[in-house]
């Protein structure tokens, strides 16, 4: 099998999964069997971890409502963020709607410099959001037929974890037109600049001063 295919596993999933073939095998065997074949293994920083900031989890705060309900994640005051996105989609790297609505939604409305990084084709699993958030939320409705928007909520606003993830989730009710593309004059007024390594995934949208 491929390294990305077993990146996925601990050395405990792989032992389960060389049982089902047979084999049995102790997750402690195929660590040691790995390091003298010359793979990393590699583990979460919050696996290893011995303290936990309780702060640690207010960083996937979600900013559903840029403006309206923007929120700095009770970090020290910035004029600087970061944002982690996949390659496609609404919020992919070729959409200049996703560029101009972060001008003027974020840069040009809090006077903030935008830094995006777009996660490469088939890596999007790396997002912290991904296995941090978004797996837990799946492990807590798992099983369950999502029937009704309260139900859905409800499964999501009770996931938590023993590091201390809280989920915070609410129903937008409100239309959102599809198929629009930014003006001319929009377009124009993007002041967007391009990171040297991989320009088109990495780049800063400055502020309209």
């Not at 996925?8 to 195929?30: C, D, H, K, Q």
């Not at 959001?129 to 409705?141: K, T």
């Not at 606003?157 to 198929?179: H, W």
Request: hydrophobic letters at 30%; one cysteine or more; aromatic letters at 10%.
């Amino acid at each position: 099998m491929t390294g990305l295919r077993w990146s996925r596993r601990s050395t405990t999933r792989i032992a389960e999964a060389l049982l089902l073939l047979g084999i049995s095998v102790s997750p402690n065997t195929i660590a040691r069997l790995l390091h003298q074949m010359g793979y990393s293994l590699r583990v979460n920083h919050k696996q290893i971890s011995t303290t936990s900031s309780p702060n640690r989890n207010l960083q996937f705060e979600y900013l559903t409502e840029l403006r309206g309900r923007f929120q700095r994640c009770h970090l020290p005051i910035s004029r600087r963020i970061l944002i982690l996105a996949d390659t496609g989609g609404s919020n992919g790297y070729r959409c200049y709607a996703w560029k101009t609505e972060l001008q003027s939604q974020l840069a040009n409305s809090f006077a903030l410099s935008v830094t995006v990084a777009h996660y490469p084709p088939g890596a999007s699993k790396w997002n912290p959001i991904e296995h941090r958030l978004f797996s837990e939320v799946s492990r807590n409705w798992a099983g369950e037929p999502l029937d009704s928007y309260q139900k859905i909520l409800n499964y999501t606003r009770t996931t938590k974890t023993q590091t201390g993830l809280t989920v915070t989730a609410y129903l937008d009710r409100r239309n959102y037109p599809c198929g629009l593309k930014p003006t001319p004059d929009q377009l124009a007024s993007l002041r967007l600049q391009r990171h040297e390594t991989l320009p088109e995934w990495n780049y800063t949208i400055k502020p309209q001063l």
